[in-house]
């Protein structure tokens, strides 16, 4: 567990940019520590936010899980990279990431080392992926710099999302790090946060198409959601 604050009253959204920071040198700290185990393949650092998500102790805090197996989805991604390459010759998170910023229109925020964006396939109401411009395989690669600019962006991004219906967005963080061994070469760190809400007073539940079959089908277009977001912040 890391606490991200002593505040009891005190969101992630609600830090300053150094406290961010500093939450970003814990997470880069564990990563590597927790990377150097040999019972480890997969580090995932993640934050759970709101009632609506499951959290029972509110204390802004979050959680890192060191699997000594690859978990499904990062598996999926991974077996998906590397049919990618095979094909394209290049890594498909970097190429997911150069589409995005020539598009532009799913682009929510950025900065000089990182781009917030809306996927084009958003399974969620609300869905922001933020990627680094470097391609790194986790946290503890980051510079100095690509720190401070993610501490930047990522606490615009949750100012956006706290605006989208005036009070506090229940949310999913969850750190995308390449495997520790098998693979590596083939992920892009990368942070994806998402939202079970779809209005105000609605929540997304994964009905007939999302349990039945896996298909998730969304009633807001990534490009509408990322404009909102961008209004918000302006």
């Given at each position: 567990?890391?606490?991200?604050?002593?505040?009891?009253n005190q969101p992630f959204t609600k830090l300053s940019q150094g406290q961010a920071r500093l939450v970003v040198d814990t997470w880069a700290d564990r990563t590597a520590e927790l990377s150097a185990r040999p019972d480890v393949?997969?580090?995932?650092?993640f934050e759970n936010r709101g009632r609506e998500i499951g959290v029972?102790?509110?204390?802004?805090h979050g959680q890192i899980y060191a699997y000594p197996f690859l978990p499904p989805r990062m598996r999926t991604l991974i077996d998906r990279a590397r049919e990618y390459q095979a094909v394209a010759g290049s890594n498909l998170f970097a190429d997911i990431l150069a589409a995005e910023r020539k598009e532009g229109t799913r682009v929510v925020a950025e900065n000089d080392n990182w781009t917030a964006f809306v996927p084009e396939a958003a399974?969620?109401?609300?869905?922001?992926h933020l990627y680094p411009h470097r391609k790194v395989a986790d946290?503890?690669?980051?510079?100095?710099p690509e720190r401070?600019?993610?501490a930047q962006l990522y606490l615009d991004v949750l100012g956006r999302l706290d605006g989208l219906y005036g009070d506090p967005l229940?949310?999913?963080?969850?750190?995308?790090?390449?495997p520790v061994r098998i693979d590596r070469e083939l992920g892009y760190l990368h942070l994806e946060v998402l939202s079970i809400r779809r209005t105000a007073d609605k929540i997304k539940y994964l009905a007939g198409s999302e349990s039945g079959m896996g298909a998730f089908i969304s009633d807001t277009r990534p490009e509408d959601v990322a404009e909102t977001l961008r209004k918000v912040g302006s």
């Open positions: 567990m890391v606490c991200f604050t002593s505040d009891h393949e997969h580090v995932f650092p029972t102790l509110s204390h802004p399974r969620w109401p609300v869905e922001v946290i503890a690669e980051l510079s100095g401070d600019d993610f229940p949310y999913i963080a969850a750190w995308h790090q390449a």
